[in-house]
Nanobody
Framework: VQLVESGGGSVQAGGSLRLSCVTSGYSGDCMGWFRQVSGQDREGVATISEYGHRSYYADSVKGRYTVSLDNAKKTLYLQMNNLTADDTAVYYC?????????????????????RGQGTQVTVS
């Protein structure tokens, strides 16, 4: 399984970015995003079930972030709006074969088996 993120970069506060995660070799029921600031614990950001029927968000991003899935393109997205400096982090795509991680209302990165290499998002 390979997960490859893209779309990170630098943006001013109040701006937007869209992250993408292209998958290969993966077929499963749950995907998500988490982020990590150097020296801090990972923070679950969002999860989405197969076909996008169910999604959950961390309280810190609700109303600003939207997770979506294009199964035909085998790509996961994260639309991030109204960004603040607190959103600065390395963002990781994550995947799991079974639906477990997507049944929990608070995204938990430790429940996912696979993750990508990460993409840096910097908000100033």
């Amino acid at each position: 399984v390979q997960l490859v993120e893209s779309g990170g970069g630098s943006v001013q506060a109040g701006g937007s970015l869209r992250l993408s995660c292209v998958t290969s070799g993966y077929s499963g029921d749950c995907m998500g995003w988490f982020r990590q600031v150097s020296g801090q614990d990972r923070e679950g950001v969002a999860t989405i079930s197969e076909y996008g029927h169910r999604s959950y968000y961390a309280d810190s991003v609700k109303g600003r972030y939207t997770v979506s899935l294009d199964n035909a393109k085998k790509t996961l997205y994260l639309q991030m709006n109204n960004l603040t400096a607190d959103d600065t982090a390395v963002y990781y795509c994550a995947a799991h074969q079974s639906p477990g991680p997507c049944l929990v209302p608070t995204p938990r990165p430790e429940l996912f088996k696979y993750r990508g290499q990460g993409t840096q998002v910097t908000v100033s």
